[in-house]
């Protein structure tokens, strides 16, 4: 784990506000958890679906100041914007992308002193992701990114990312262990995607899983097959970093600790901490 002591800012994610006296009615038929959970220094993680309960959207919100804040990749801002003002109608809401004026950090230590901060909060997946820090200010330019290093650590912890890990209108969420990961709420009512979800957490057994890699050489491109020594195909890797990866796997194919092929390398799925038995 990370020792860093000081924030971490992320280049690659932003912020996008939603105030009103409707936003939080607004939001709560559209996403997986519970808006009510959130309270001045704690935050839900969610995602948006499709209509078949597959994976469109993830973010993190908080609330400060009569005011929601969705930490969300930035790549994907406008698409969100777009797809929050389809479910608007007359709602009171207003939504503002904060590209350029806000930042996301993260904090990996548990001993950071929060002093003449207001809007930060630990990760509700999993504490040793640390905490989450949004700064009204614009990204300083002088400052490395630390998308990097924090990818490192999202991945030596063995959590998925967004769009390169669940792929757009790929992946069902709790394939992507979003219900461990506290991503959803099984008792908050209707949101786009529910009877889905439901279905699949009380009447199926999951078949796939977004699960963590070690690789013994380069990381092959998103999408090659992960087989085993016969040949069959057991999954397909997705984002990394190093000689960690992210992989969707099929479980009854698979075993953690055995080492399978992708491409020119060997990957070995491990079961990592947060995981159930």
């Not at 608007?88 to 806000?102: F, G, N, Q, W, Y």
């Not at 209707?190 to 979800?197: F, L, P, R, S, W």
Request: one cysteine or more.
């Amino acid at each position: 784990m990370t020792k860093n002591n000081a924030p971490i800012p992320l280049y690659n994610r932003s912020i996008i506000t939603l105030s009103g006296s409707d936003r939080k009615k607004f939001l709560q038929g559209l996403i997986t958890n519970n808006i009510e959970k959130i309270t001045d220094h704690s935050a839900i993680y969610t995602a948006l679906l499709t209509p078949q309960g597959k994976y469109l959207y993830d973010f993190f919100i908080s609330e400060r100041d009569e005011t929601l804040y969705l930490d969300c990749e930035k790549s994907r801002v406008s698409d969100i914007i777009r797809r929050l003002m389809m479910y608007k109608l007359r709602a009171d809401v207003t939504i503002e992308d904060h590209t350029s004026d806000h930042t996301v950090y993260v904090i990996l230590s548990q001993n950071y002193n929060f002093s003449g901060h207001e809007n930060y909060y630990p990760d509700p997946r999993y504490a040793p992701m640390g905490y989450r820090l949004i700064k009204p200010s614009p990204c300083d330019s002088s400052m490395p990114s630390g998308d990097n290093q924090y990818d490192l650590h999202r991945l030596q912890n063995g959590l998925p990312d967004g769009e390169r890990d669940f792929g757009i209108d790929k992946t069902f969420i709790l394939e992507g262990n979003l219900e461990i990961l506290n991503g959803v709420d099984f008792t908050k009512g209707c949101y786009i995607g529910q009877e889905v979800t439901a279905r699949m957490k009380h009447r199926m057994n999951l078949k796939k899983r977004l699960l963590p890699l070690k690789l013994d050489g380069e990381l092959p491109p998103i999408g090659t097959d992960i087989t085993n020594d016969e040949g069959k195909k057991i999954g397909e890797i997705r984002s990394g970093h190093g000689k960690l990866a992210i992989g969707l796997l099929r479980l009854e194919n698979m075993e953690f600790g055995k080492i399978y092929h992708c491409g020119e390398v060997h990957v070995t799925p491990w079961r990592p901490e947060w995981y159930p038995n």
